[in-house]
C-alpha cells in the first residue's frame, strides 16, 4: 500500500501556522516516578540529522537541506516538562514536519502493511530518545505538529541552544519530546507478537 494517500495533510503549504488547542488534563505524568530535569552539557549541538534504519535511503539533512523542505511555524507555544514548569515560551519556531524528512527517505517495508507498525526514534547528540509512531505521524494530528526545528522567534538556534531540534506541538508537556541537539532520526518495525 502506498503512504501517499494517508498523508496528512497532502501537500504542505509554506508558512503553515500551528497553534497548540485544549488544555492538559490535571495530570498526564504515565509513570510514578520522580522526573528530575537533566543538567544541559555544554557543546551539545547539531548541525545535521541523519535518517537511518527502515528507509530506502540512508539520509543526512543538513541546515541547507531542511530549508529547501516546506517551511511550518509554530505559533506561540508554552514548553512545560512533565513537573508542569514551565521550561521556556516562544513566539514562535521554523522548522520543517518531521514526516517530510520521512517522505524524502522513504520507508523499507517488508510487506506494504508493515507501516503499521512502524515507529520513529528521534536522538539528540547526549542520547535523549524520544518515540513516534507512523500513526501519530501520518494518522493523527500530532504528525502535524512534530517538526524538525532551526528558528526561534525570528533567529537561529544557537551552539547553545543545540542548533537542529525537534518540537512537537500537539503535546500536552511540550519540553518531554522537544530534544535539544537532534541527530538521528530511526526507523524501526516493532515486532509482532509470537502466535
Ligand atoms: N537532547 C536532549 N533534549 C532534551 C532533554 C535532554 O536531556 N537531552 N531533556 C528534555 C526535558 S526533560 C526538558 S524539561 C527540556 C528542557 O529544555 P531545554 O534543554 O531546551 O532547556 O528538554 C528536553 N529535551
Ligand atoms: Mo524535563
Redesign the pocket.
Known amino acids: 500500500m502506498s503512504l501517499d494517500p494517508m498523508r496528512v495533510p497532502t501537500g504542505a503549504s509554506p508558512d503553515t501556522r500551528l497553534t497548540a488547542t485544549g488544555a492538559p488534563p490535571a495530570s498526564v505524568s504515565p509513570v510514578a516516578v520522580a522526573h528530575t530535569?537533566?543538567i544541559?552539557p555544554d557543546a551539545?549541538v547539531s548541525r545535521e540529522v541523519v535518517v537511518s534504519g527502515c528507509v530506502k535511503r540512508r539520509y543526512s539533512f543538513d541546515l541547507c537541506a531542511l530549508m529547501r523542505l516546506p517551511t511550518q511555524l509554530t505559533g506561540p507555544l508554552d514548553?512545560v516538562?512533565?513537573s508542569g514548569r514551565t521550561?521556556?515560551g516562544a513566539s514562535e519556531y521554523k522548522g520543517v514536519r518531521l514526516s517530510a524528512l520521512l517522505d524524502v527517505a522513504q520507508l523499507r517495508l517488508p510487506h506494504a502493511r508493515d507501516f503499521t507498525r512502524a515507529f520513529i526514534l528521534a536522538q539528540?547528540?547526549?542520547g535523549?530518545t524520544v518515540m513516534f509512531s507512523w500513526h501519530e505521524l501520518y494518522n493523527t494530528p500530532v504528525g502535524i505538529g512534530a517538526l524538525v526545528v532551526y528558528e526561534r522567534d525570528g533567529r537561529p538556534l544557537d551552539d547553545d541552544?543545540?542548533g537542529i531540534g525537534l518540537i512537537s506541538t500537539g503535546d500536552f508537556r511540550v519540553?518531554?519530546r522537544?530534544?535539544?541537539?537532534l541527530k538521528r532520526l530511526s526507523v524501526h518495525l516493532a515486532e509482532p507478537p509470537l502466535r
Open positions: 530535569d537533566p544541559a551539545l514548553i516538562c512533565l521550561v521556556r539528540g547528540a547526549d535523549y541552544e543545540g519540553a518531554l522537544q530534544v535539544r541537539a
